[in-house]
T-cell receptor, first 113, second 111 residues
């Protein structure tokens, strides 16, 4: 069955430190992969997406993610975290050519001043 | 600007009452979705619709109903059969294989 796992429920980092949020997926072929961010009481905003090609993708707000087929992972990274990055982050997978998507349970990021 | 509009932002339901959450999009997307969000459980799919006058149940459809009479609109009714309706409800739209776009959500509470 298709699934998305975000192993870390909460992560706390200091402002200016680097960040890596983990995402693992289970799917028979190469899926479409997404990272979204959600501020409290708001909807989800797309950070970046991977469809094919270069396995390192750049997104908005200085985020990037790397697709590793051998590890079935799509981890999100940022070299220097800002206090405004505190939010909840969701990884999602969407099999190509379909309308249905699967979301991870999210990772809540706290940033210490 | 194109986007998705959910209303109301906050909604209260009395026991035995049905309530309807509105979702409108002007992105010309074929598909629309309703998700329920509870703390620590991520997003769970309630219903989705790929075309007008057609929709499919998601993982937690019991106690909910939808309609898709227009491409732009996908209202969700939370019926009295849904015994635990308190949650944050998100509407999204999209096309096959592309990222979904989300509204700002409706928070439903029980009076």
């Amino acid at each position: 069955a298709q699934s998305v796992t975000q192993p870390d429920i909460h992560i706390t980092v200091s402002e200016g430190a680097s960040l890596e949020l983990r995402c693992n997926y289970s799917y028979g072929a190469t899926p479409y992969l997404f990272w979204y961010v959600q501020s409290p009481g708001q909807g989800l905003q797309l950070l970046l997406k991977y469809f094919s090609g270069d396995t390192l993708v750049q997104g908005i707000k200085g985020f990037e993610a790397e697709f590793k087929r051998s590890q079935s992972s799509f981890n999100l990274r940022k070299p220097s975290v800002h206090w405004s990055d505190a939010a909840e982050y969701f990884c999602a997978v969407g099999p190509s050519g379909t309308y249905k998507y699967i979301f991870g349970t999210g990772t809540r990021l706290k940033v210490l001043a | 600007d194109g986007g998705i509009t959910q209303s109301p932002k906050y909604l209260f339901r009395k026991e035995g009452q049905n309530v309807t959450l509105s979702c409108e999009q002007n992105l010309n997307h074929d598909a629309m979705y309703w998700y329920r969000q509870d703390p620590g459980q991520g997003l769970r799919l309630i219903y989705y619709s790929q075309i007008v006058n057609d929709f499919q149940k998601g993982d937690i459809a019991e106690g909910y109903s939808v309609s898709r009479e227009k491409k732009e609109s996908f209202p969700l009714t939370v019926t009295s059969a849904q015994k635990n309706p308190t949650a944050f409800y998100l509407c999204a739209s999209g096309t096959a294989g592309k990222p979904q776009h989300f509204g700002d959500g409706t928070r439903l509470s029980i009076l």
